[in-house]
């Protein structure tokens, strides 16, 4: 039997591509604990939307970089926001670690984001063609650390949490 240590898993990929609810259901299948990082930064300093709007960008990426440092020191399976791959250093860190790019078509995510709670969307006249400029600038990025790719477009999030979980074992 593994350890969790040896099963963690780290899930990249754009604004709606299903990286909280997949990583959920995959932590569950393997047995190990789950991590948003998102998640964990809104919980110690406040809402994303409102850290972007008082400290910029940079302020929360480098907070951003931290709690995937020490996610990683923790193990299981972590979700990383979408633009955790725009910084070299968490990359790098990444490049330890076995990464599954959670991919999306434009059309399959225009509902999941309409939700708003997006900063790099929010006031934009055009959010999807924001996503997909956006998308588009880190795609290279998510490639660059995957070590799989799975599209979460049109298939039932559970099926693609069975394949990922079951693609994470054979790595072990």
Not at 80 to 102: D, H, I, K
């Amino acid at each position: 039997m593994s350890t969790p240590e040896q099963l963690t898993l780290v899930l990249v990929g754009p604004m709606g591509a299903g990286k909280t609810s997949v990583g959920r259901q995959v932590a569950k299948r393997l047995g190990v604990g789950f991590i948003d990082t998102d998640k964990r930064i809104a919980a110690e300093h406040g809402p994303i939307p409102g850290v972007f709007e008082k400290f910029g960008e940079s302020h929360f990426r480098a907070l951003e970089q931290a709690a995937v440092a020490t996610a990683l020191s923790e193990g299981g399976v972590i979700s990383l926001g979408g633009g955790a791959v725009s910084s070299a250093e968490t990359r790098e860190l990444l490049r330890q670690y076995p990464v599954v790019f959670l991919a999306v078509t434009p059309e399959a995510v225009a509902d999941r984001i309409r939700s708003g709670g997006r900063p790099l969307l929010a006031g934009d006249e055009d959010p999807l063609q924001r996503w997909t400029q956006i998308y588009e600038q880190r795609r290279g990025w998510y490639e660059d650390v995957a070590d799989a790719i799975f599209d979460t477009s049109r298939r039932p999030m559970q099926r693609i949490a069975e394949e990922i979980a079951a693609w994470r074992r054979e790595q072990a």
